[in-house]
């Protein structure tokens, strides 16, 4: 057969599955094929089949809301990764610099983190190609690859002044790496160990915990779990900050597991999807028994950034009284969507396919328009666009010491840098939790406190980037 009656079989196919899922039997699938058909017969000029294809998904998906879409490429790539949490590449997230590609940082245990590449180090070259005009996201379409296949890299490090305050002269070298399943994080601590795990106390903060939870994917609920074990085994733990600010969401599965951690019963959330009829169908989460740190007092951070599947979780335990919820109102997406493969094998169907309902709002749910979290009363935080780029530069670096650097305190050695003093909604977060009753005599012996809650066993190992 031929190549464009091909394409136009899978352009109908995939208009047609689109149609049935809308329970569409109107005879609209028909008249779009007769269309389609009288184009490919006599159009005055020659069409691309699979430019119309692309065109004619769109205008459908076009007529949805804004999170149905089609699916293809790298776009498909990065949707799946993110999800499945691990992709074939060499570990490094990128970002566009003044002169070209940046490291954002290193994947921690990753090809590129063994090879000493380091947050700021500039790529120059990909496989001897110059990287100047090239676009972050096609780099990272380069990097990622075949497991077990190499890539070269071409790398400038600007060095710091020397002892006499000369400005040091630029470090320029090529490394090979060999590309692996990396695996993402999306549990995270207060700030990384040169081995690359997590200290999950509070620097200055005796006996306060945290977790960032940056995404919802297929491990989240796995890694939360190690990191609670290790906060459980710490001595003094007075209270547990649960940070979702930036979060967009995931998999609907793993923000239930989430929430059944905090909770012995109750519903963590309802999705009220379209029944056979004109009907509504509510679909309830209900929690288990077996709630962990329990009775311990939790504070949720949340931002204009915190979405979707990161929103069930602030609003489930917002409304069990679980925990207190701290900083500004979340994005409000309160929509589920489905992903279905389409027969083509390339592109995915993105498809809204309910509706979140929050806890307090069943039966009674509130207007999809009202949907969001906002902070409980005097826990709201309005951060500065200044406030936002000292802390996004400060986390960064707490993220991503290079590989075998000196752990310490604050990076200066000044209470200045300490979490409270640099995050002003961690720092009002902080005023939910009990004072210690203990006494641990400032920030040298807080840090030591950090080093025994590790020892008592640290079962956790140890986005502007795009990981390659």
């Not at 090529?174 to 620097?203: A, I, K, N, Y």
């Not at 960032?212 to 939360?224: D, H, K, M, V």
């Not at 019963?265 to 077996?290: K, Q, S, W, Y």
């Not at 002003?424 to 012996?445: M, N």
Request: with cysteine; net charge negative.
């Amino acid at each position: 057969m031929p190549k464009r009656n091909i394409l136009l079989l899978s352009l109908i196919t995939a208009i047609s599955l689109v149609a049935w899922l809308a329970r569409d039997h109107g005879g609209q699938t028909r008249r779009i094929g007769e269309v389609l058909g009288a184009i490919e017969r006599g159009y005055v000029d020659s069409v691309d089949p699979d430019r119309l294809a692309v065109a004619a998904l769109d205008g459908i998906m076009a007529q949805l809301d804004a999170h149905s879409a089609i699916v293809d490429g790298a776009a498909r790539r990065e949707l799946e990764a993110a999800l499945d949490q691990e992709f074939g590449g060499v570990g490094l997230e990128l970002t566009a610099g003044r002169d070209g590609l940046v490291v954002h940082a290193p994947v921690a245990g990753g090809p590129a983190w063994r090879a000493g590449i380091a947050a700021g180090d500039a790529i120059t070259t990909i496989d001897g190609v110059a990287t100047r005009g090239l676009a972050v996201r096609d780099a990272v379409a380069i990097l990622r690859g075949d497991v077990g296949s190499a890539v070269s890299l071409g790398l400038r490090r600007t060095a710091g002044p020397g002892i006499d305050g000369a400005e040091g002269g630029d470090e320029h070298r090529t490394v090979t790496l060999v590309r692996e399943v990396v695996r993402t994080e999306s549990v995270l601590g207060d700030r990384r160990r040169p081995d690359g795990s997590w200290d999950w106390f509070v620097e200055g903060e005796p006996g306060v915990a945290m977790v960032r939870i940056t995404s919802f994917g297929e491990r989240t609920a796995a890694e939360l779990d190690a990191a609670l074990a290790s906060i459980a085994a710490a001595p003094a733990v007075r209270g547990l900050v649960v940070d979702l600010r930036g979060n967009p969401g995931g998999l609907l599965a793993a923000a239930v597991d989430v929430c059944d951690r905090f909770l012995d019963d109750g519903l963590i959330v309802a999705t009220r999807r379209r029944g056979t009829g004109r009907e509504t169908v509510l679909d309830r989460r209900l929690a288990t028994p077996g709630a962990v740190l329990a009775g311990l007092p939790v504070a949720v951070l949340v931002d204009g950034l915190t979405a979707s599947a990161a929103e069930i979780v602030a609003a489930c335990l917002q409304d069990h009284g679980r925990a207190q919820i701290v900083g500004g109102r979340s994005f409000g997406k309160g929509t589920v969507q489905s992903i279905i493969p389409l027969s083509d094998g390339h592109r995915l169907l993105k498809l809204t396919t309910a509706e979140y309902v929050r806890p307090r709002a069943v039966p009674e749910p509130v207007a999809q328009a009202a949907w969001c979290v906002a902070p409980d009363a005097g826990r709201e935080v309005d951060i500065t666009a200044k406030a936002r780029a000292v802390l996004e530069v400060w986390r960064r670096r707490r993220d991503q010491p290079a590989a075998g650097a000196e752990a310490g305190p604050a990076a200066d050695g000044s209470a200045a840098e300490l979490p409270r003093h640099v995050d002003p909604v961690l720092a009002r977060a902080l005023e939910i939790f009990p004072s210690p009753e203990t006494d641990f005599g400032g920030e040298e012996e807080a840090a030591g406190h950090a080093d025994e809650a590790a020892a008592a066993g640290d079962a956790a190992g140890s986005d502007d980037g795009r990981g390659g």
